[in-house]
């Protein structure tokens, strides 16, 4: 039993901003993108990357195409340092990506920092300290005044290293960290102390990164605070206000989604959420959050396995099967009602064929992501009929008809019944095949048939073993079907045909076909049959043999 949380924890007081204008806005286009993949998402980590992994991982998030890469805390150590000096002299930047490095507000960081970047063409030195009371009260043992001077004192060193190496075009980037658990006008005043040090002006802005540093509160409280910090800073057009969120709450995409609503222009994350505790916000659902709303993310995220076995192998950490977007199971249904509607909206959607997605279940086309459509659909014992019809389908080219869907399902739920596991395809099809496909035991075996007569006076003549014994049997009918069952007479059931169905499975000379019968028997029970076969024809009279066998 939980104790009573109210004598030990306080709840996040609610920000004073009756005229908050965020709700009411919708994204419309893509933030500013930083991967902090290999700084925050690598001092989470059991052990950090080594320069093979950090290097891997680089070449991922240019491939998926971001702009601005924090590649580490170069007064870490000689990993950090080596690395980040190592990609500036490699030439493995281009020209259109800005790297970042984040350092603590102390002088001889701040140096080795700008040491590390030597020769970099374009690079975002990052610095922060946190502002909010506890980490005064715990962490510095600081007044407001004093915490505000450790920003002053950095951003002056920032400044002064940056003009010493006026080659390279600096950018500067200031985190109040803790910014969501302090006072908004303390994280105003030291964000405004930092300018009044660094000048920024439009054309060369600061970034001001207002991290929830950890998630305290709900994600409407990180949008009041951002849109309160964006109306009352200064110079607002000399300010890029970026995000950096944690998921401590569950909620770090929700509060970067919130938070662009409120005026941000900048999200800082890790693809597929990496990162301290309980992670970053995850780039990839932010960025395919906006994608399914029609709004370009402007990052390539059309191969998501690869985004996956990279991210897998460079942290070696699992990602977990229901990520949003990049879970192996996030698109596949089990359940019977989710696999029937899904198999409808494909139907639908190959039917309407606007271009517009609108399968039921499926936020996003699979295929967007570079997956597949065989996995959409699994079967286990909380299936149903549309599940299977579809595993047959996709495997097998068969399209059974509904009825028949029906009664083959029935034998699918009592094989995973007994089971108890996922069946897969090769299950399925076991299953069908000993239901409805020729068996050496079956009372009727097809040897050959021939087919003569008009238009509706057919005759049919076969050679049939008929409990093992071959036979000669002949019979009429208006086509060929009847026939068949007249051929039958006495040795077989007498099966009234209540439904038949044919269609071809595959194209060209290499296509086959299927029939399907529903067959009324004389005690009224209901018995189907399928027959394939290269020709129409003799599938029809497999399918009859194959009903007579099962009555
Ligand atoms: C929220 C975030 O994710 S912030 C990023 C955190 N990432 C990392 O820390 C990874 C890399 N860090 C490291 O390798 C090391 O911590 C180093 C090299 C930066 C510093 O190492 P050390 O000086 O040996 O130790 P440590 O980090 O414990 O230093 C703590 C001191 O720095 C002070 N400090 C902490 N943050 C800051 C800051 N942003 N600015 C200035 N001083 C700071 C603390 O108050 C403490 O001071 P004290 O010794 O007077 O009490
Ligand atoms: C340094 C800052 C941006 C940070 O990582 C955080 O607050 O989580």
Redesign the pocket.
Known sequence: MLRDPSTKYRPFPPIDLPDRQWPSRTITRAPRWLSTDLR?GN?ALIDPMDAEKKTRLFDLLVQVGLKEIEVG?P???ATEFDFISGLVKTGRIPDDVAIQV?T???RD?IETSFASLAGAKTAIVHL???VSPAWRKI??GMTREQVKQ?AID?AKVLRDEAAKRPDTRWQFEYSP?TFSTAELDFSVEVCEAVMDVLQPTPDAPIIFNLPA?VECATPNVYADQIEWFGRHIRHRDACVISLHTHNDRGTGVAAAELGMMAGADRVEGCLLGNG?RTGNCDLVTVALNLYTQGVDPRLDLSDIDAVVNTIQYCTNLPVHPRTPYAGDLVFTAFSGSHQDAIKKGFAAQGARNDGFWEVPYLPIDPADLGRSYEAVIRVNSQSGKGGVAWVIEQDRGLKLPKRLQADFSRHVQALADETSRELGAADIWGRFEATYLPRPDDRFVLRDYEETGTAGQRLFVGRVAVDGEERSISGRGNGLISGVIAALGETGPNLDVIDYSEHAIGHGADAQAAAYVECRTDDGRIVFGVGLDSDIATASVRAVLSAANRA
């Open positions: 925050d001092q805390f007064s870490a150590g984040l603590q507000s102390r960081l922060y300290n946190a962490v510095f450790i950095g960290e540093t301290e």
